[in-house]
């Protein structure tokens, strides 16, 4: 029986009805099944639970389900700039249930592995863990997780042949080849497609024994979920805290260091990568790259980590599948994490994800690199915009991790975070004293000889 068909609505025909759940592939807007997406909606079926690591942006991607009001259930790891999505979450409109990154990947391919479940340290000790079976592990506490197992999935590739097997292209492969494999029905759709034979047998990411049906799309809008011209993106680099966060969190690398930059302000620390350090900057959505790069090849901030669009300029790099990228971070081949935060205590707790009633942004990859990596540095702002610290003796904020961060630099001043929970003052930024720094942090803390 071919597994070719001549369209993405002859695709799908006698595999959709109301209520049922789909997978799709994709991260941010990278690798999504844009043609497929498109024919589901037009189809009408309603009651939907969508699975992915995020639903696409307003207007496009799986959004659009969410704007025709067909999806119940979405579950995920990042709301991400989707409006329409954070909107239906709060007013109670839309069920949501957030997965951490790395546990949704691994959840994924552990559905199509036929695996019920297994243990993780992801989440350990938040709110996306209420409720689960724990077991201690040498000494830790570790959250069980169920494999999830879809309907039908939906997937996009570079290449593929009549028989099914596809080829992703670099970060367009993030949660495709998992997503493939974890229902009873997958349906590919191509850029291009090729005879049997055609496509190098080693170069297969996604073998056909997965894929039941497949169309060649038509076209390809790509699109990012947004656009930063070079005049904005240089404004913004130049912000003197920005950059004064930037270069301190720069002098935590190491040569030989593998180091993941989380969005914001951690992504600028890039740039100030010491001359002639070798340093391999990792990626969620499924990157490794060699730094420091020459300006022609700088990262534009919050496209990397964000998977807003495929990289393919770096040497050195090494691509791979969302699943391989967190398997590198829960099982600590990562030296360093830098992240934003909302809030972080005393103990080194860290909130990062969530303003209950006001905003949802979901944990994304963050809850993975706090419970996996080495050594994690938070960078944030002093306070918040309406004045309060964001430093305090307790989070009051969901958390995304317990006792996780060694190092907090804000525009003001570094902290320490000693084992047993002791803050330590070791150095203040120009022009800052020591009474501005007690004024405006919400926990006590100690001050070490340097910063006197």
């Not at 995920?76 to 109670?92: H, I, K, M, P, T």
């Not at 079976?133 to 169920?146: A, C, N, S």
């Not at 969005?263 to 420091?292: D, K």
């Not at 005393?346 to 303003?355: F, P």
Request: aromatic fraction near 6%; glycine fraction near 12%; hydrophobic fraction near 40%.
């Amino acid at each position: 029986m071919s597994k070719v068909y001549p369209h993405a609505a002859a695709a799908l025909a006698g595999l959709l009805h109301d209520n049922m759940t789909l997978a799709a592939g994709g991260f941010g807007l990278c690798g999504i099944p844009e043609n497929l997406i498109v024919a589901l909606r037009d189809s009408g079926v309603r009651g939907l639970t969508i699975i992915g690591n995020n639903a696409g942006v307003d207007g496009f991607g799986m959004g659009v389900l969410l704007t025709s009001r067909q999806v119940k259930k979405v579950v995920a790891s990042y709301v991400g700039e989707n409006r329409e999505f954070e909107r239906q979450v709060l007013a109670g409109d839309l069920e949501l249930e957030l997965v951490p990154q790395g546990t949704l990947a691994e959840r994924l391919r552990a559905g199509g592995a036929g695996i019920p479940g297994f243990f993780t340290r992801t989440a350990f000790g938040t709110k996306l863990a209420e409720g689960k079976e724990t077991k201690i592990f040498h000494g830790k506490e570790y959250v069980l997780e169920p494999g999830i197992q879809a309907e039908v999935s939906l997937v996009k590739a570079w290449k593929g042949d009549r028989s099914g097997n596809l080829v992703y292209r670099k970060t367009a492969r993030n949660f495709n080849p998992m997503i493939a494999t974890c229902s009873r029905v997958c349906v590919a759709e191509v850029e291009e497609l090729v005879e049997v034979g055609e496509l190098e047998p080693d170069s297969i990411h996604t073998p056909g024994i997965y894929v039941d049906r497949i169309i060649q799309g038509p076209r390809y809008e790509k699109r990012i979920e947004f656009r930063t011209v070079q005049g904005q993106a240089a404004s913004r680099k130049e912000s003197p805290l920005r950059e004064l966060m930037a270069r301190r969190a720069a002098q935590e690398l190491r040569d030989g260091y593998y180091v993941n930059l989380g969005i914001g302000i951690p992504t600028l620390v890039a740039n100030f990568i010491p001359e002639g350090m070798n340093v391999t900057l990792q990626s969620e959505n499924g990157l490794l790259g060699i730094g420091p790069f020459p300006p022609e090849d700088r990262i534009d901030p919050d496209l990397i980590n964000a998977g807003k669009q495929t990289i393919s300029t770096i040497a050195g790099s090494a691509f791979f599948s969302s699943a391989d990228s967190f398997a590198m971070i829960r099982g600590g081949h990562i030296d360093l994490s830098i992240l934003g935060a909302l809030e972080v205590s005393a103990t080194g707790d860290i909130a990062n994800w969530m303003v209950p009633g006001k905003m949802v942004k979901g944990p994304g990859g963050a809850m993975d690199l706090v419970a996996g990596v080495k050594r994690v540095v938070a960078v944030m702002e002093h306070c918040a915009k309406d004045g309060s610290p964001k430093i305090r003796r307790k989070c009051t904020l969901p958390l995304t991790g317990k006792g996780v961060v060694s190092l907090i630099i804000t525009d003001l001043c570094v902290f320490e975070v000693k084992p047993g929970g002791r803050l330590v003052l070791t150095e203040l930024h120009p022009g800052v004293t020591l009474d501005e720094v007690h004024a405006k942090t919400g926990c006590p803390f100690a001050v070490a000889v340097a910063a006197h």
